[in-house]
């Protein structure tokens, strides 16, 4: 079975604190990986995929597979960091995306 | 461009009868996929399409259904609505082509569906 999940429905922090949102997955193969965001009156829009190993807007993700996990880091969070986040799977061989419920980011001032 | 645009923004239907979402996806994608959002939940994968046919298929009955024309633009048709059926209706479309990123998918604002 493919899923994700995130444990976190809410998660609060202060304004430069560090921020790490959690998610699992489950999957036999080796999946992508990818984190997704959603601003306040925004469209879905990708952040980040593990295979590019890149720093998006300051966040880093790291995939452990031993783990199974592929949480999302940031060392300082901002004020604009507010939003919904989405870690989502494609399963090997498949553009099909599987996403976990979402965990909601406030990063107050 | 606009990327990619859904009509219409929000629909109100009655149980039993059938609506139709439409996509058109960002300009050079030739690839869309359909995905359902219930309230606090994440994004649910309905079906794919490419070259005017369903490329994959999610865990959903046969009430959904799609299509893809040749300008790559593709509709949503859900039969027999259901109480459970309300939601927001997301598109987003990709390319297949071999010099591009399959996964790179762009997100329409979604069409609100609420069936009564």
């Known amino acids: 079975a493919q899923r994700v999940t995130q444990p976190e429905k809410l998660l609060s922090v202060f304004k430069g604190a560090p921020v790490e949102l959690k998610c699992n997955y489950s999957?036999?193969?080796?999946?992508?990986l990818f984190w997704y965001v959603q601003y306040s009156r925004q469209r879905l829009q990708l952040l980040l995929r593990?295979?590019s190993r890149e720093s998006i807007k300051g966040f880093t993700a790291d995939l452990n597979k031993g783990e199974t996990s592929f949480h999302l880091k940031k060392p300082f969070a901002q004020e604009e960091d507010s939003a919904m986040y989405y870690c989502?799977?494609?399963?090997?061989?498949?553009?099909?995306?599987?996403f976990g419920k979402g965990t909601k980011l406030t990063v107050n001032p | 461009d606009a990327g990619v645009t859904q009509s219409p923004t929000h629909l109100i239907k009655t149980r039993g009868q059938q609506v139709t979402l439409r996509c058109s996806p960002k300009?050079?994608?030739?690839?869309v996929s359909w995905y359902q959002q219930a309230l606090g939940q994440g994004p649910q994968f309905i079906f794919q399409?490419?070259?005017?046919?369903?490329?994959q298929r999610g865990n959903f009955p046969d009430r959904f259904s799609g299509h893809q024309f040749p300008n790559y633009s593709s509709e949503l048709n859900v039969n027999a609505l259901l109480l459970g059926d309300s939601a927001l209706y997301l598109c987003?479309?990709?390319?297949?082509?071999?010099?591009?990123?399959?996964?790179?998918?762009?997100f329409g604002p979604g069409t609100r569906l609420t069936v009564t």
């Open positions: 399409y490419y070259e005017e046919e369903e490329r």
């Open positions: 593990h295979i």
């Open positions: 300009s050079g994608h030739d690839t």
């Open positions: 989502a799977l494609s399963p090997g061989g498949s553009e099909k995306l599987v």
């Open positions: 987003a479309s990709s390319t297949l082509r071999m010099d591009t990123d399959p996964y790179e998918q762009y």
């Open positions: 999957y036999s193969g080796s999946p992508e």
